[in-house]
């Protein structure tokens, strides 16, 4: 398996590109099932996990091409057509590798009536149960039955009636899919307290470009008119702010200058704040953003909180960041229980940090130094590649398959800012 071998010390300075947002990406592409027309997807990441979503979706009768393909470039266009849907199952093997395989589960019901995907199972970052997307379906009509680690959803004849559904705890995946099946339902239906990340509104524009009639967009109060019928439409993916600010920390970590080409400041505004307030340089203009530090790094409390709050997908790579960071700070993640695995790491690499629930205390020290370290899921890996940046002497991170599934060629994009990075195979 590969590693990354990253000697630390160097100052990035240069241009990042930023990806297509790999979430967003993994609700778009099943919007696809909704339509018997084509669905051209532009700048989708080329990552693991979308080729595994296109694997599974290639599992209920959807063609893929690839138009233009150029292979030289970061990002690729991608067509999926779901003319006719030959199945309408997900089976374990594809489901357990990639646990967003469950958002097929509202477009396929919505299309065809009927769906049956296997229940994702573990993840690294604590129990991440699906209670309330099988809820919010069932609110809109459908029938639900587990068994035998399945579940199906039903739908009555003629089609889902909709409903309205208020969500008790906001989820990012149950809202994709409750309103992937609400588009295609007979009557309205209403979400509430249902998730407004940015990538929700970008599953919004595809749905709305494709014929869709939902009022709300970027609220987290939705009305969704169901329509008999979708088309197909061209759609571009947002651009990843978790990629971008997680360059935006190995920028800062190394006291660096480094544009981020495409990032979109306005879907990062918890982000730029924490970034700011620890002391880091961020000005944003219509192309992206430019990040400077100059080295001095101020501790920081900070809490995740669904969007607009800070992103828990950002907790890891700043926690990095507060390790260098003079005084003492509190981070609290109020999303994921277990999303502290980076830390045993961290203190591998001379870092301070005393966890105790869901509370981490990180107290500053003067430099870190390099060692043999892995995480178990990707935003920990790439935390491990931020400490590692500003190291001194050489880490060394292993279980690399995390961070294929999220960062669009990595070790590229971090060498093209000057990082002594490298991937090698192991022996
Ligand atoms: C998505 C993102 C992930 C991000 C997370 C939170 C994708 C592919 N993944 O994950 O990167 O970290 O949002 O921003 O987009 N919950 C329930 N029952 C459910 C569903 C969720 O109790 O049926 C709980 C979860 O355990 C968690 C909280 O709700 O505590 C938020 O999870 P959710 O927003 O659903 O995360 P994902 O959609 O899985």
Redesign the pocket.
């Given at each position: 398996m590969d590693k990354l071998i990253i000697k630390g010390g160097n100052r990035l300075s240069g241009t990042i590109p930023i990806s297509g947002a790999k979430?967003a990406a993994?609700t778009l592409i099943p919007c696809a099932l909704l339509t018997e027309e084509a669905v051209t997807l532009r700048n989708l990441p080329r990552l693991a996990d979308i080729d595994g979503f296109q694997h599974l979706m290639g599992q209920f009768g959807v063609s893929h091409t690839i138009p233009g393909k150029r292979p030289e470039e970061f990002g690729r266009n991608v067509t999926l057509e779901a003319m006719r849907i030959t199945s309408s199952v997900a089976p374990y093997d594809l489901v357990r590798k990639m646990?967003?395989s469950i958002l097929v589960l509202g477009p396929l019901l919505a299309r065809t009536g009927e769906a049956t995907v296997s229940l994702p199972g573990g993840c690294a970052i604590?129990?991440?149960?699906?209670?309330?997307?099988l809820k919010a379906l069932e609110a809109f009509g459908a029938e639900i039955e587990l068994a035998q680690g399945y579940v199906r959803a039903s739908a009555p004849d003629g089609g889902l009636p909709g409903g309205s559904f208020d969500f008790p705890?906001?989820?990012?995946?149950?809202t994709e899919n409750a309103l992937m099946a609400a588009v295609l339902a007979n009557g309205t239906s209403r979400l509430t307290n249902a998730?407004r990340?940015p990538?929700i509104v970008d599953l919004c524009k595809l749905l709305t470009a494709m014929g869709a009639q939902i009022e709300g967009i970027g609220s987290s109060d939705l009305t969704i008119h169901g329509t008999r019928k979708l088309h197909g439409a061209t759609y571009r993916v947002m651009p990843d702010r978790i990629e971008a600010g997680s360059y935006a920390c190995a920028a800062a970590i190394t006291g660096g200058e480094v544009r981020l080409e495409g990032a979109d400041a306005d879907d990062m505004a918890s982000t730029i704040d924490a970034l700011r307030q620890i002391g880091v340089g961020v000005e944003a203009d219509r192309n992206g953003m430019t990040i400077a530090a100059n080295g001095k790094l101020k501790a920081q409390d900070l809490t995740t909180a669904p969007f607009p709050g800070l992103?828990?997908?950002m907790q890891a790579q700043l926690m990095s960041l507060l390790c260098l960071a003079e005084g003492t700070s509190v981070l609290t993640e109020t999303?994921?229980e277990n999303r502290f695995m980076h830390v045993p790491e961290l203190a591998r690499m001379g870092a301070d940090i005393e966890t105790s629930g869901r509370t981490a205390v990180v107290r500053g020290v003067d430099g870190l130094t390099g060692a043999e370290v892995m995480a178990t899921d990707l935003r920990a890996s790439m935390s491990l590649v931020i400490a590692g940046l500003a190291a001194r002497g050489e880490t060394t991170v292993r279980r690399l398959y995390h961070l294929d599934r999220g960062y669009e060629r990595l070790e590229e994009k971090l060498q093209l800012v000057g990082a002594d990075i490298e991937r090698v195979g192991d022996d």
């Amino acid at each position: 398996m590969d590693k990354l071998i990253i000697k630390g010390g160097n100052r990035l300075s240069g241009t990042i590109p930023i990806s297509g947002a790999k979430n967003a990406a993994l609700t778009l592409i099943p919007c696809a099932l909704l339509t018997e027309e084509a669905v051209t997807l532009r700048n989708l990441p080329r990552l693991a996990d979308i080729d595994g979503f296109q694997h599974l979706m290639g599992q209920f009768g959807v063609s893929h091409t690839i138009p233009g393909k150029r292979p030289e470039e970061f990002g690729r266009n991608v067509t999926l057509e779901a003319m006719r849907i030959t199945s309408s199952v997900a089976p374990y093997d594809l489901v357990r590798k990639m646990r967003a395989s469950i958002l097929v589960l509202g477009p396929l019901l919505a299309r065809t009536g009927e769906a049956t995907v296997s229940l994702p199972g573990g993840c690294a970052i604590g129990n991440r149960p699906i209670d309330l997307h099988l809820k919010a379906l069932e609110a809109f009509g459908a029938e639900i039955e587990l068994a035998q680690g399945y579940v199906r959803a039903s739908a009555p004849d003629g089609g889902l009636p909709g409903g309205s559904f208020d969500f008790p705890v906001v989820s990012v995946g149950a809202t994709e899919n409750a309103l992937m099946a609400a588009v295609l339902a007979n009557g309205t239906s209403r979400l509430t307290n249902a998730a407004r990340e940015p990538e929700i509104v970008d599953l919004c524009k595809l749905l709305t470009a494709m014929g869709a009639q939902i009022e709300g967009i970027g609220s987290s109060d939705l009305t969704i008119h169901g329509t008999r019928k979708l088309h197909g439409a061209t759609y571009r993916v947002m651009p990843d702010r978790i990629e971008a600010g997680s360059y935006a920390c190995a920028a800062a970590i190394t006291g660096g200058e480094v544009r981020l080409e495409g990032a979109d400041a306005d879907d990062m505004a918890s982000t730029i704040d924490a970034l700011r307030q620890i002391g880091v340089g961020v000005e944003a203009d219509r192309n992206g953003m430019t990040i400077a530090a100059n080295g001095k790094l101020k501790a920081q409390d900070l809490t995740t909180a669904p969007f607009p709050g800070l992103a828990t997908d950002m907790q890891a790579q700043l926690m990095s960041l507060l390790c260098l960071a003079e005084g003492t700070s509190v981070l609290t993640e109020t999303i994921f229980e277990n999303r502290f695995m980076h830390v045993p790491e961290l203190a591998r690499m001379g870092a301070d940090i005393e966890t105790s629930g869901r509370t981490a205390v990180v107290r500053g020290v003067d430099g870190l130094t390099g060692a043999e370290v892995m995480a178990t899921d990707l935003r920990a890996s790439m935390s491990l590649v931020i400490a590692g940046l500003a190291a001194r002497g050489e880490t060394t991170v292993r279980r690399l398959y995390h961070l294929d599934r999220g960062y669009e060629r990595l070790e590229e994009k971090l060498q093209l800012v000057g990082a002594d990075i490298e991937r090698v195979g192991d022996d």
